[in-house]
């Protein structure tokens, strides 16, 4: 069984991608942060971390990239998950009963338009299980969180709601990280950090390096 690390709490949208990546047969181990998930691997305590890279709507996720380069790690393996988001409460609760919601600001902001039209306190959070986890161990009525259907099962919680993104075209791309090398493949992507010159011309003969070779650049 494979030990991996991830950021957030059991049924964060981290550990989805851990079970992609790896086929299930994993021994989680969640972290509060990602810096502590580049400690684990580094250390040897675990055999790979997943971290989120990008984000269809929000972008590149710079501290991971800033990580990468801080970290001696290679990117073992990639996997892309769409994000849907629910909203979901003790047992027994119904929508209307709810008066205040939480979440991780970037999962908040993924569903305005969903809770726009809520009359609801919005209470941000620093991740999307933590929040289901938290609504469960203290048992708070009339409040709800907006996480994923993982989070849900693990914390028998009752889904008021499901895919509340405003973007249902919404996807995160995730990377294994590990002191591993991935076996060579003909159709791997590698990933490259360079620093140019400032001077002019410099980022242009780089690219064109990549270009008189017929390289792909993404």
Known sequence: MVKVAFQGERGAFSEDA???LFSG?????????LKEVFELVSQDNVEFGVVPVENSQAGSINEAYDLLLAYPLNIFAEVIIKVTHCLMALPGEKLADITT????PQALAQCDEFLSKLKVEIIPSYDTAGSA???REKRLRNCAAIASKRAADIYRLEILATEIETNVNNYTKFVAISKQKAKPAQKNKTSLVFIAAHKPGALYKILGIFATRNINLA
């Open 133 to 135: 986890k938290m609504i």
């Open 101 to 104: 919601i939480y979440s991780h």
């Open 25 to 33: 047969n994993i021994d989680v181990l969640p972290c509060r942060r």
């Open 18 to 20: 851990a079970v992609k």
